[in-house]
């Protein structure tokens, strides 16, 4: 038995390791087919998603009474701007996600009081426009996620304009 104790210890040892770097690598892994698959208009730029369909799943579940508008944003180069314009008479909120997943910052159309608003999303120690709205963040990458409720999938056409006054961009001149 005693012979078996070194091999069986080193097992263990090998499995708690690997399972501790799957579980802490995943989430970036994840972000990054998300990224991927949301970043149809590139880096720090918003895309506005056609609805869902059995068909085109972008995400894991999509709603089909969701029209989702998305921006991949890299702060690499500088803080993001999102600017979000809701949909009058509709629900809709944004979600920004960082590289690990987690949820750093969620408003919906009645917090904002049915007004557009502007968030900077940005690294700590970068430079933001004064008086902006900032949201802090440890990692560079992550994606901006605006959804807008819709009664039926039909009523897209009509509410896609006012869908696509919302951006993200860069910040260039944060002063």
């Known amino acids: ?6 091999p ?7 499995a708690a390791a690997t399972a501790w ?15 991927d698959r949301l970043g149809q208009g590139g880096i720090n730029t918003m895309s506005y998603g056609n609805l869902a369909t059995p068909e085109r799943q972008p995400v894991v579940r999509p709603s089909p009474d969701l029209a989702y508008s998305s921006c991949p944003y890299d702060l690499s ?7 979000v314009a809701p949909v009058p008479g509709r629900y809709s909120s944004l979600s920004v996600f960082d590289a690990a ?11 904002a009081g049915g007004k557009p608003y502007r968030i900077i ?3 700590p120690g970068q430079t933001v426009p004064v008086g902006s709205e900032v949201v802090r963040t440890n990692h560079d990458r992550g994606i901006a996620l605006i959804r807008l409720l819709l009664k039926e999938p039909a009523e897209i056409g ?3 304009a006012t869908r696509r006054q919302s951006s993200c961009a860069t910040v260039t001149n944060p002063k």
Not at 8 to 14: E, K, P
Not at 21 to 35: D, F, R, S, T
Not at 101 to 111: L, S
């Open 101 to 111: 997943t987690d949820v750093i910052f969620v408003r919906n159309d009645v917090e």
């Open 158 to 160: 009509g509410l896609d």
């Open 121 to 123: 999303v940005a690294r």
């Open 8 to 14: 069986i210890l080193f097992g263990l040892i090998v």
């Open 1 to 6: 038995m005693r012979r078996w104790l070194g």
């Open 77 to 83: 180069k500088g803080p993001a701007a999102i600017d």
């Open 21 to 35: 770097a799957v579980i802490a690598w995943i989430p970036y892994g994840l972000m990054n087919v998300a990224m």
